[in-house]
Structure formats: structure tokens, C-alpha cells
């Protein structure tokens, strides 16, 4: 009798939780461009493949990331790069 109710415990659970909403969690940061110290920056840069490569200070197309909200607070960080 105790095993019907465990399985019968273990399986409401199941049911329980496999019903439960799934709530997907969106990026909570965002690329700043322009902030980066020179071989800091998080990625490639229009000028080269990969992270940690910025040349200078600053570099226009390197990123970093950053909370979400934050980049336009910083002097100097912009959402897009400003190179083309």
C-alpha cells in the first residue's frame, strides 16, 4: 500500500510541475559600442574576428556587454557601432 501511494505521490508531482508554465528568459544585457578599453572588448570587431582584439581605447565597432538599460548611461556607449 505505502509503494501505490509514493508512485501515486510522484506521479501528481509529475503532473504538477509538466503543467507549470515555462517562462523563457530574455537576454538581460545589450552590445555597447565605444566603452571598450584597447584588448578588452567582448567580440569581433568589423576589423577583426575575435574578442579582445580592439586596437585603442574606445574603438568605435568594439562591444562590450552590459546590463540592459545601461550602455546609453555610459559617455561614450552606444547601441550601434558608428563605423560602417
Do not use: R, Y
Not at 508512485?7 to 566603452?35: H, M, R, S, W, Y
Request: hydrophobic letters at 40%; proline letters at 4%.
Amino acid at each position: 500500500m505505502k509503494s501505490a501511494f509514493a508512485i501515486a505521490a510522484v506521479l501528481n508531482a509529475a503532473v504538477l510541475f509538466a503543467n507549470a508554465p515555462v517562462q523563457a528568459q530574455a537576454p538581460q544585457t545589450e552590445k555597447c559600442f565605444g566603452i571598450a578599453k584597447a584588448g578588452k572588448n567582448d567580440c569581433q570587431t568589423k576589423h577583426s574576428s575575435c574578442a579582445a582584439t580592439a586596437k585603442k581605447d574606445a574603438q568605435a565597432d568594439a562591444w562590450l556587454s552590459v546590463p540592459k538599460g545601461t550602455c546609453e548611461k555610459i559617455v561614450g556607449g552606444s547601441l550601434t557601432s558608428s563605423q560602417s
